[in-house]
């Protein structure tokens, strides 16, 4: 994490849209594929991809999607299927609903957050 320059995805899943700084948008988003918002969404979004928020977006949505990588400010609920990555300047308001956590100093997320693997229940003693 340390140095780290640039934003995390997996390899297979290039970034095929991207909603711009200086854009506004209203409703709901629903996409099969890699997502980066540098720009405003309100209303919901469901990604069977990767979402990014660059360190200009903002987001004001109910969010799904496989993987999250946040560097700009969300306010909403989240459900990952993967993993949630908030990175530095990074901010998040809401509860959130994870497969795995990664959280850089400096970040921010405020609200409940919960993680689950599919299939997996912890053995408890």
Same mark, same amino acid.
């Given at each position: 994490?340390?140095g780290r320059?640039t934003v995390?995805?997996?390899?297979n899943?290039p970034v095929?849209t991207?909603?711009g700084?200086?854009?506004?948008i &209203? !409703?709901?988003?629903? =996409?099969s594929?890699s997502l980066r $918002?540098?720009?405003?969404?309100?209303?919901e979004? @469901?990604?069977?991809g990767?979402?990014?928020?660059?360190?200009?977006?903002?987001?004001v949505?109910t969010v799904?999607?496989?993987?999250?990588?946040?560097?700009?400010?969300l &306010? !909403?609920n989240v459900? =990952?299927?993967?993993?949630l990555e $908030?990175?530095?300047?990074?901010?998040i308001?809401? @509860?959130?609903?994870?497969?795995?956590l990664?959280?850089?100093a400096?970040a921010?997320?405020?609200g409940?957050?919960?993680?689950?693997?599919?299939?997996?229940e912890?053995a408890?003693?």
């Amino acid at each position: 994490m340390l140095g780290r320059k640039t934003v995390s995805l997996q390899e297979n899943s290039p970034v095929s849209t991207v909603i711009g700084q200086g854009t506004r948008i &209203k !409703g709901t988003l629903v =996409t099969s594929d890699s997502l980066r $918002i540098d720009g405003f969404l309100e209303g919901e979004i @469901d990604a069977s991809g990767d979402l990014i928020i660059g360190e200009t977006g903002e987001v004001v949505a109910t969010v799904k999607a496989r993987n999250l990588v946040v560097v700009g400010k969300l &306010k !909403g609920n989240v459900h =990952t299927t993967g993993k949630l990555e $908030i990175l530095a300047k990074g901010a998040i308001y809401g @509860d959130v609903k994870v497969g795995e956590l990664a959280v850089e100093a400096g970040a921010i997320l405020c609200g409940n957050c919960s993680m689950e693997k599919e299939g997996k229940e912890p053995a408890l003693k």
